[in-house]
């Protein structure tokens, strides 16, 4: 059956009929969403966890306003990043004790990079390449570009288009390539990169890799530990609900822990934290990988989502996403065809992530008529529509309407006012 | 009259009269403390503000739950680390669009120290060493150290004495020194160290400074902009109010911001965040110091304990500082002169931040038995008890029950019994 075949027996009583049959349907009420609203930019921001008021409640008036200083003991807060940790560790398969929650991913890839070129600088010195996606998420590439110019000493960021990373690397792996960082899902296309063959590849050319799970981590099932990766990094406000700017993870191959420090060595990532020794001397195992002082409140916001998510099967989650997102492109191929709009994403499984990325000449203004309507989308230059399909609190449903809501947007030529043409700093 | 007779002729009495007359005495209002508890910790972790739990909740149900994404451009998310750097600044005299909040201090200190040396490395390309106390927090001596080994080519950490720099540096201040890091408030001892004069030594050397305000900010007044400082950094989280682990904060002097860039150069330091392009140009400004992004939740309740310093004139919190710990110091060598006890904090005022810490050879116990009593201080190795003074909620009669309570736990020994002496990981 072609896939346009495939949709066109579908209608909306059929999409009500998947929701109703979705094993994962009551995460549904973990969340708390505003009135007839889609709510299809989780992949950017995830939505709010309904426990996430109450905690922070206990946490600023209990363990802050009562407990106070104490609560770092008494409140678990001094535990916070192995304890987050473990949680995220569980759905990436990461495994215990190998994973702390703490800072930005940006900051992250910095201590893990500069980590991984330091271990390649004692085994393979000659190494000084970093290879990274010229369309991984852009900040991955500046702090990659920071860190090769404070090294200085010929060290070096080479930009490789997607298809080289899917072939292996057959041009750009060289014996001058220490270190491969690599999104595990492309932000803007959706296209999803294979772990295990990849990072084979990447260890055969003699380099170590660094995955960005940004836009993998609570999308789909993840094996890092399984499929042999060195690191890997991510953030927490996306698929995993944990609240706007919630802190990132950082995780470590167990082998690797104590190979090298991090230059961003602060007093939470000592040996022994409280001697206050004017004397660096690193902790074993994954707390090297700590600087500073977490938040309290936010880290604790962000358990909550974690909390949601360890009640999940991550298999369910991955079908229903794919089944989303099947859904999406089989109905925008048979109800969008008479519009210039071009399916982005994959259309094989095992290139797709967890979003269905359509480009049109006017999609800016699409969406913003398309955000008027209450779907919520984001687009990405040139010419993207985004819309991200998270399992836990999108039904089939949102998505014929979604498609719907387009199809009519198109049909009438809605998006051309000038109100859907103005541009805002931040989409 | 001595010290001793200044408050020979003190009682409880008249510290209730001091705190009746104190005019700062409404804003104790503005914060909630557990019942029966004096708490002396404000240095370590600043109280609840009244509106703190309020805003989380705002936050968190309106902003994130209703605006979700949209709450980047909508609810200002995007500019809080400008807009809550600018309220900081007014704290510290550093001028408007020269401060971001963002990340931690140990982060904040790496991304200015990197800055600081790339701009020596073009003027004075022979300086290499980086000076510091040697009672400087240890984690910010931990990032340096890992900065300079990450650096190489001979940059190098060098340790030096407090009374070496309270006397400009004689011995210290060499051809090769590039960049000076000091506390202005030692942590320990609550020694307090001239902004301005040792500025001028540093600049004479030819080195510049950044300055950790951690144990200054909120609670006396500087003038950053006008000592000539180069750089400076600093939590929120101690006499701020800004919650458990809320973000640090870092200041540039304007003349400095466009002279280099610093290497943890995420998106947010970009030019142009959202034309996602991967060559890095970095912001003009101060938001060159942004890195990745930052909690919303945390910057929000972050900015209650600004709001509220915002309302308070620092000359009157500092001139109660100073006279709360008069008033400490006159107590401790009046009524507890039969005991071991010394004063560790200056005695002039010049030299004095806003803590009394006091040395006992069985410092840990009592400390102890005080916190059984309601009486929250900490204790920081050797024999030291520590007592934060801030003046917006601890008042000339939590002082006088302070030194009552020690003078009837060392008259009664009441330290000596075995539950006082178990250590716990974090004091």
Redesign the interface.
């Known amino acids: 059956m072609m896939i346009s075949e495939r949709s066109a027996t579908l209608d909306r009583t059929a999409c009500e009929r998947l929701d109703r049959d979705d094993p994962l349907r009551s995460f549904k009420d973990e969340f ?3 009135p007839n ?1 889609i ?1 299809l ?1 989780g992949n ?2 995830g ?2 966890t309904k426990g ?2 109450n905690r ?2 206990e ?3 209990d ?4 407990g ?6 008494t409140a678990g ?2 535990d916070l990043p192995t304890t987050l940790g473990d949680k995220v560790a569980g759905l990436v398969g990461g495994g215990a004790g190998n994973t702390v929650v703490t ?5 992250n890839l ?1 201590k893990a990079a ?1 980590a991984a070129l330091k271990m390649q600088a004692t085994d393979a010195p000659e190494r000084r390449v970093i290879l990274t996606q ?6 991955d ?3 990659l ?3 090769a ?5 010929d060290y070096e960021v080479r ?1 490789v288009d997607d298809a080289e990373v899917t072939a292996g690397f057959p041009n750009t792996m060289t014996a001058e390539v220490a270190l491969v960082v690599l999104t595990h899902v492309n932000y ?1 296309t959706g296209r999803l990169f294979d772990m295990s063959s990849t990072t084979s590849a990447i260890h055969a050319g003699g380099a170590m890799v660094i995955w960005d799970l940004c836009h993998s981590a609570g999308a789909l099932e993840i094996d890092l530990a399984g499929s042999g990766a060195d690191m890997a990094v991510g ?1 927490t ?1 996306k698929f995993l609900n944990g ?6 993870f950082i995780w470590v191959a167990e082998a690797l822990h104590n190979r090298a ?10 040996a022994k934290q ?5 004397e ?1 001397a690193p902790a074993e195992g994954i707390r090297r990988y700590l ?9 604790s ?1 962000a358990e909550v989502g974690l909390n949601t998510f360890g009640r999940a099967d991550m298999a369910q989650v991955r079908a229903k996403s794919l089944a989303l997102s099947d859904l999406f492109i089989d109905l925008v191929e048979a109800r969008l065809s008479a519009h210039p709009v071009e399916v982005i994403t994959p259309r094989e499984h095992e290139h797709r992530g967890s979003q269905v990325s359509i480009s049109h000449p006017e999609g800016f203004a699409i969406m913003s008529a398309l ?1 008027e309507r209450g779907i ?1 989308g ?1 687009y ?2 040139p010419s993207i529509l985004r819309f991200g399909l998270t399992p836990l609190y999108i039904g089939f449903t949102d998505v014929w309407d979604t498609v719907e809501a387009l199809r009519d947007i198109l049909d009438n030529r809605t998006w051309d006012a000038p109100e859907h043409k103005l541009r ?4």
């Open positions: 708390v969403l505003p609203t709510y930019d950017s921001l939505a709010q996430a008021a922070a409640q946490v600023i008036a363990e802050w306003g009562t106070l200083i104490r609560s770092w003991n807060w001094f800072d930005t991913t940006s900051i910095f500069s010229r369309e991984n998420f852009p900040s590439i500046y702090m570009q920071g860190l110019e404070q090294l200085g000493d930009l803007r953030c406000y609240g706007p700017g919630s802190p990132a420090t991090q230059p961003l060595s602060g007093w939470w990532s000592h409280f001697d206050m020794s004017p660096y600087t500073g002082t977490h938040s309290a409140i936010s880290m916001v955000i919520i984001d990405r230059e805002s700093a931040v989409t």
